[in-house]
Nanobody, 115 residues
Framework: QVQLVESGGGVVQAGGSLRLSCKAS????????MGWYRQAPGKQRELVAT???????QYAESVKGRFTISRDNAKRTVYLQMNSLKPEDTAVYSC?????????WGRGTQVTVSS
């Protein structure tokens, strides 16, 4: 059974930093695309960042220059380093792993940025 477990969320003041982690079990992530998405209250879920198996990254315009996605295949973990956080970054952050035609989601971790 595939499981994705996020951690690292919390409450931080504007301008602060958080590092999210998402550890996968029950799946080999080497040939997968891993990503982070977020959903704020009353809004649709949106892509934050993705990292392909070869290391190519993609970011939402709103987080470019502030967030960095990385992965460690040996640890089956994807990370999201978030710097210069803004109140508008407040959301539930979820990770997604896509391997061939299969997609798996974690339950998410809450990030709250206070002004």
């Amino acid at each position: 059974q595939v499981q994705l477990v996020e951690s690292g969320g919390g409450v931080v003041q504007a301008g602060g930093s958080l590092r999210l982690s998402c550890k996968a079990s029950g799946i080999i992530v080497d040939y997968s695309t891993m990503g982070w998405y977020r959903q704020a209250p009353g809004k649709q879920r949106e892509l934050v960042a993705t990292i392909a198996s070869g290391g190519v990254t993609q970011y939402a315009e709103s987080v470019k220059g502030r967030f960095t996605i990385s992965r460690d295949n040996a640890k089956r973990t994807v990370y999201l380093q978030m710097n210069s956080l803004k109140p508008e970054d407040t959301a539930v952050y979820s990770c997604k792993v896509t391997r061939f035609s299969n997609t798996f989601w974690g339950r998410g971790t809450q990030v709250t940025v206070s002004s």
